[in-house]
Each structure stands twice: as structure tokens, then as C-alpha cells.
């Protein structure tokens, strides 16, 4: 039989503040302690407190030492550097309660120069911005120990370092919309880092891509997983990276495969009706249905977050040939997935249909694809291509089925103007 894992007992700590208090100064001292294990130890035993316990949180951003946590990145053992590189995560990314001491200016000055300095170091460390990071992705699959945790970890950072979080005043906004500080200004990031090379783009997507053939290699009749916790942190990563390289995500293709695996599986979800309970994770539990749902959430936004601060930023959807290298698979899939989702059937489906296919459909690609493949349409030459590989049929549903009148309208006079074109040849 399969092992389990190794468990955590943290209930008993919850209800004593003076242990959780005790524990915050131990972490700080096992942390300056000048011996691998013991830092390690503290690392790894912080990172999971820090979350669990509120006092130790009052503490440890008095005790812990950011400079520390930096350097133990850069250590040969790979063990320290995924403790070190858990706690780093942790840190940069928690959100506080909405708590009177955790709304006091000394406390949350700490704790974001702690989640900060950390990050910043991280993006820092090797020879030049990210040669570390860049490295860790690189190495082979017997060189990190928990392979997957390790890069999961390291790609999560690099898209916290190229998007960080705001140093915000906690507050009651589920959506983390608040930009604003306790003085009414607006909220810097907590940390200021170089931005990831552009190289980084296509090793983030490749090893998305392989995430994602991993996850269907290992379902059996069409049933297991096809969302991780490794392919939302990827994603995460490369819509992070993207504004800042616009161009270089417009023209990459592997970019563009990544982020479109991810909404040809909606579609096919969709078109197959598939049941959520046959991708649910055994892994997770009775909170498998939860964390489907955030996954699935989450890889699908991603992805289209990297078409759109691309493409759309760029302006490249104007500019794009349907001649050029891949274009053709590219309109035929968005022409296929609008016909499949454009329709009779699945207009019935977004008011009757399950709670699962209603929400695979609002966080779906759908709209976005129907602005790119109108985008792409409004130079003649894309046009005439677009009619050859079933684009037409796809206008057609546009037209009759579209989101909103000015979808109907644009679609309508594409259809107006093919057919003038087609009379005039």
C-alpha cells in the first residue's frame, strides 16, 4: 500500500499564544544559529507556523533575519534551498487579517521588508538577475530533491518578483482590490526587483506544456486530474511575465501553445459534458470539489491573462498573418472552438446548465478568442484565409449568437464584407 505522508500536529499549539510566542523567538535563534540543519529546521517550521499560528506571526517579524533567509538560497543543499525557498513564498504572499495588531505601522513595516527583502534577494541571487532561479528550472530530474515542490516554488517566486504583491493595509476586500495605505496613498509593491529575462518565457511554457502531458499520461479512461498545483504556479508565473515582454510572448509560439492547452481543455470539457467528480485529485480529499474549482480558476485565468498582455497589448493581433508559422492551427482552433460554443445548445446551457458547465463558461476563453479572431479579421488578406480554413461559419455563429450587439454587428459586416470580396474575385 501506498505510504502516507508525513503529518503535521498543529491543533494543540492554536490555543496557547505563550507556546505560539515561544516558538517565534526559537525560529529567530535557530535561524542566526551558524549550522545547516538548524536553519533548515527553522525555515521549514516557520513556513508552516507563520499561517497557522497569529501569534507566532507577531513575533517571528521581529525574530526572523530576511538577509538569512537570502543566503541560505544560495547554499549548495538543495534541502536548505527548498526550506528556504518555501518560507520565502510564504512570506511574500500571505495576506493579513483584518486584525487590530496587525494593523499597527511598526508590525506591518517588518513584515513586508521581511517578504520583501526576501524576494528581492531570490530574483538577486547567482551570477546575474534570476541565474539561479533560471538554473533550479534547468536541472535535471534526479538533481532537486521533491522535484515538483522545487519547481513549483521557484516559479511561483518568479512570478512574484515580476508582479509583487502590494504593501496594503489589511482589510475586508475579498477581491484584494484595496491600493490604497492607511494614509489614503497609493500602495507601493513590497519589493523592487529586476525583471525576469525574456529567455525565462519559453522555459516557463515548455515546462507548462510538459506539466500538462504529464497530468493526461497518468488519467485512466478519461478520469483523474488535469489541473496541479505545479501548472497553476507556471501559469501564474508566465502571465506574470508577459506585460513586461510583450512582444517576445506575441511571437513565441511555444507561449501561445501553453496558454491555449489550457482553454482547449474548457472546450473540451464543454463539448463532452464531462463530470468534475472524474478530475477530482485523491490527493485532495473531501476539499477535492474546492480545489478543482480554484485550479481550474486559476490555470484559466492565467492563461488568458498571457494572450491578452500579449497579443492585445502588443497589438498583435492586427499585425498577424494567418500565412505565418502556426496561424493556420491557430484559426482553426479558434474557429472550432467558437462553433462548438456559439450555438443553440450551449445558449441553453449557460441558464440550464450544470453549476460546473455554467462556470467553465464565464471563466472561459470564449470571449477572448472572439475578439482575437475579429481582431485578426479586419485586414482583407487575414480574411480571405480565415473563409478558407471554416471562418466563415464562425462569423456566421457570431453573428446569431454573439455576447453582446457590437459582436453581432462587427461579425455581421465581416460576413457583408467576405461576400462582397467573393463577388468581386
Not at 59 to 70: E, P
Not at 282 to 303: C, H, M, Q, V
Request: positive net charge; aromatic residues 6%.
Amino acid at each position: 500500500s501506498k505510504a502516507k505522508p508525513p503529518g503535521c500536529l498543529i491543533k494543540w499549539l492554536r490555543g496557547s499564544p505563550m507556546l505560539a510566542t515561544a516558538l517565534g523567538k526559537m525560529a529567530g535563534k535557530a535561524l542566526a544559529l551558524p549550522w545547516k540543519t538548524s536553519q533548515q529546521l527553522a525555515c521549514a517550521s516557520s513556513s508552516r507556523c507563520f499561517y497557522e499560528l497569529e501569534q507566532f506571526q507577531q513575533v517571528s517579524v521581529g525574530t526572523l533575519d530576511a538577509q538569512t533567509i537570502v543566503r541560505l538560497l544560495k547554499q549548495p543543499e538543495k534541502g536548505v534551498n527548498l526550506a528556504a525557498l518555501m518560507l520565502t513564498a510564504v512570506l511574500s504572499s500571505y495576506r493579513l487579517a483584518l486584525k487590530a495588531q496587525n494593523v499597527e505601522g511598526d508590525f506591518l513595516k517588518r513584515f513586508y521588508d521581511l517578504g520583501g527583502t526576501s524576494l528581492e534577494g531570490f530574483s538577486a541571487s547567482g551570477q546575474g538577475p534570476y541565474d539561479l532561479a533560471a538554473r533550479w528550472l534547468h536541472a535535471g530530474p534526479q538533481e532537486l530533491p521533491a522535484e515538483t515542490e522545487f519547481r513549483s516554488l521557484v516559479a511561483f517566486l518568479i512570478g512574484q518578483c515580476a508582479l509583487p504583491p502590494l504593501a496594503v493595509v489589511p482589510s475586508l476586500d475579498l477581491a484584494g482590490g484595496d491600493r490604497d495605505t492607511s494614509e489614503g496613498k497609493s500602495a507601493p509593491p513590497i519589493a523592487e526587483c529586476d525583471p525576469p529575462p525574456s529567455a525565462l518565457l519559453d522555459k516557463l511554457a515548455l515546462e507548462s506544456i510538459k506539466e500538462d502531458q504529464r497530468l493526461k499520461s497518468l488519467q485512466v479512461d478519461s478520469k483523474g486530474p488535469l489541473f496541479s498545483a505545479m501548472l497553476c504556479h507556471l501559469l501564474f508565473a508566465l502571465a506574470s511575465m508577459v506585460p513586461l515582454h510583450p512582444k517576445a510572448a506575441a511571437n513565441s509560439a511555444t507561449v501561445r501553445g501553453a496558454a491555449f492547452a489550457q482553454l482547449m481543455k474548457i472546450q473540451q470539457m464543454v463539448a463532452k459534458g464531462l463530470d468534475p467528480r472524474t478530475l477530482l485529485d485523491p490527493e485532495d480529499g473531501n476539499r477535492g470539489k474546492l480545489f478543482l474549482y480554484i485550479k481550474a480558476t486559476a490555470s484559466i485565468r492565467s492563461a488568458l491573462a498571457t494572450i491578452t498582455g500579449s497579443w492585445l497589448a502588443a497589438d498583435f493581433g492586427a499585425r498577424f498573418a494567418v500565412t505565418e508559422e502556426g496561424g493556420r492551427d491557430f484559426i482553426q482552433y479558434c474557429t472550432r472552438h467558437i462553433q462548438q460554443i456559439y450555438n443553440n445548445k450551449t445558449a441553453l446551457t449557460r441558464v440550464l446548465g450544470t453549476p460546473w458547465e455554467r462556470v467553465m463558461l464565464s471563466q472561459g476563453p470564449t470571449t477572448t478568442i472572439a475578439e482575437l479572431l475579429l481582431m485578426i479579421c479586419s485586414t482583407e488578406s487575414n480574411l480571405k484565409e480565415v473563409a478558407r480554413l471554416g471562418g466563415e461559419q464562425a462569423l456566421h455563429a457570431l453573428s446569431r449568437y454573439g455576447e453582446s450587439t457590437q459582436v453581432k454587428q462587427q461579425a455581421t459586416m465581416l460576413l457583408t464584407k467576405l461576400a462582397v470580396m467573393q463577388q468581386i474575385r
